[in-house]
């Protein structure tokens, strides 16, 4: 029987231009990105300035992770303690945890069988609620509709805050996600498309959300040293009256990180590829549904997510256990409690309502979520395709 021989879990290896960049740093000992008197060449405003281009939006603020991020752009666009945040019912811990962090309260909306935000759902949830704002996620890569979206928050009054970490690189109709929202927020964690081990990126056009987002961060009276900020006016209205989180970057961090900006196009080819393989050997296989993906999504898949019907409760459990193995681990976001790196809403005791959604329960009672690192191979496609069709035939 073959087997899979490889951690689906290895994340993206830091190329030598960023080992390099890590060690310059090491050696200097400039490990904090600012400096008392030096001028604003840190690793950290350099990887802000890059990042912004590369975007195309006016400031980036480096901070210490994706969740970091998602906080301080709920809190800069105006959250207030009691407040009311609508996010995806499917997603991950940090984005429920962001909204608590925020001492706001959590309205949680479904997610349809494509695995984007139920338009409809969002805007008769927003209307209950009278919620202001929408955090948003890119969840797991897939892209709603935001031509739609954005009209209808428009309407709603919404204030839309993107969760980009799984969307890095990606773009809806030509634009990228992260500049559709008053906000956008992208992850340097190990396992998304930038490996800088830990860290966020805020990206916004807004300059008072900018200004806000660094003096929040930790920049004490430094703030001129940050290359894609604001005027100083800016600040002048901020400063004094904005409370220091501590939640920068190190440039260890943004040394590693900042070579691999360059490389996304490449890595998406890569992941897409393997993703597309993938699709077309498993849509293959009868009782295996996968997302719909329109026309206009530019997406960059490094995992892959796929449903399966006709199993109940134990054999698909089994079809999980066998699959896994031979060394295909498939996640489960449909599991009671959550394992590893899954998120289970039903779970999240400290909301106000803890609970899943009906639509959204459905939807990922079946749901399979793969991995693809950017090292697997075209056979290993194969393989593991392979290993799927046998062990539900099972
Ligand atoms: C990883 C992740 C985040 C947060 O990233 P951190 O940098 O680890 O805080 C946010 N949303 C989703 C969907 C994620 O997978």
New binding site residues.
Partial sequence: MSRLDRDLSSPPPIPEEGIAAVEGVLRSGWLHRYGETMGDASEVSLLEADFAALLGSRYVVAVN???SA?FLALLCTGVKPGGRVLMNAF??A??PGAVAHAGAEHVLVDVTPDLVIDLDDLAQKAEASGARHLLL?H?RGHIADMGRLMALCERLGLTVIE?C??TMGASWAGRPTGTFGRVGCF???AY?HVNGG???LLATDDPDVAARAILHSGSYMLYGQHRARPEEAVFARWRDVTPNFSLRMSNLVAAAARPQLPLLAGRARIWNDRYGRLATALAAIPGLRLPHRPQEEEFVQSSIQFAVSGLDDAHFAAFLERSRARGVFLKWFGAKRATGYTSVSAQWGFLSDPHTPPVTAGVLERLCDMRIPLTLTEAECGIIAGIIAEELAA
Avoid: F, N, W
Wanted: proline share 5%.
């Fill in positions: 992770s994706c969740g998602m997603t991950l940090p984005v996620s969840m969760d970490a799984h992850s340097l964690q998304k830990e860290g966020g």
